[in-house]
């Protein structure tokens, strides 16, 4: 688990470090915050087409 979240924070641009002071907190945090949003709207969108394609009743 620890890597996936290692590889999380590559991707969005985000030091696996912690800020040290509060200057450096308020971005990582908003970047932090963007991320997990994109991430789990695109998890959303990709689970309702899922349950649009296995809707078979529709057709």
Do not use: C, H, K
């Not at 912690?18 to 907190?25: Q, V, Y």
């Not at 991430?39 to 529709?58: K, P, Q, T, Y």
Request: net charge negative.
């Amino acid at each position: 688990m620890a890597v996936i979240v290692a590889e999380f924070f590559q991707i969005i641009g985000v030091d696996a470090v912690p800020p040290s002071n509060m200057a450096e907190l308020i971005p990582y945090l908003l970047t932090v915050v963007v991320g997990v949003a994109l991430v789990s709207g695109v998890f959303g969108v990709i689970g309702r087409l899922a349950e649009n394609i296995m809707n078979w009743r529709r057709f």
